[in-house]
T-cell receptor
């Protein structure tokens, strides 16, 4: 069973640039969520994707957007990067949408904005 | 809204017992999760409580009181590898996390 994989592992960008982060969900999981984790903080929910549509969004501006593909993999896009966007971005998948099954997290992408 | 509080840091001794508390305020309640996160790694699932009471799983136990908005994670027979951050989270899949408790185990 393949777990959640994310790429790249590390990324350095300049303020104002755009970035795309990628996630492959665990085999058999159809729901993908993205979280932002600042240093020393708990993860914050960005949004969730189910059946290729956004299914819930946290308190993040529209420059944070995403996609889910037919194979359930997902992308997180961030436009007009700001210094405060520097964080660990975690992708998590779950086997079914809406129930209480635990999330399975990837190791994350560490984004540094300079 | 939702608010979750847990201590920022705790220290314990190898072989001992430690209890990490979590209090929460939510507009609705779907359950409470505990995750473990080693530095630079993904959070991994430890426990889930939706009903009041104690859930035991090996060296780890988790307790929930919905009326008090309170949970704790109990770690027994501490090992050095238990040094990690412990995250309390409420919700279903759209989780709201606390800031995490960084636990350091000393020999």
């Amino acid at each position: 069973e393949t777990g959640v994989t994310q790429s790249p592992t590390h990324l350095i960008k300049t303020r104002g640039q755009q970035v795309t982060l990628r996630c492959s969900s665990q085999s058999g999981h159809n729901t993908v969520s993205w979280y932002q984790q600042a240093l020393g903080q708990g993860p914050q929910f960005i949004f969730q994707y189910y059946r290729e549509e956004e299914n819930g969004r946290g308190n993040f501006p529209p420059r944070f957007s995403g996609l889910q593909f037919p194979n359930y993999s997902s992308e997180l896009n961030v436009n007009a990067l700001e210094l405060d966007d520097s964080a660990l971005y975690l992708c998590a998948s779950s086997p079914r949408q809406g129930d209480n099954s635990p999330l399975h997290f990837g190791n994350g992408t560490r984004l540094t904005v300079t | 809204g939702q608010n979750i509080d847990q201590p920022t840091e705790m220290t314990a001794t190898e072989g001992a017992i430690v209890q990490i508390n979590c209090t929460y305020q939510t507009s609705g309640f779907n359950g409470l999760f505990w995750y473990q996160q080693h530095a630079g790694e993904a959070p991994t699932f430890l426990s889930y409580n939706v009903l009041d009471g104690l859930e035991e799983k090996g060296r780890f136990s988790s307790f929930l009181s919905r009326s008090k908005g309170y949970s704790y994670l109990l770690l027994k027979e501490l090992q050095m590898k238990d040094s990690a951050s412990y995250l309390c989270a409420v919700g279903a899949q759209k989780l709201v996390f606390g800031q995490g408790t960084r636990l350091t185990i000393n020999p």
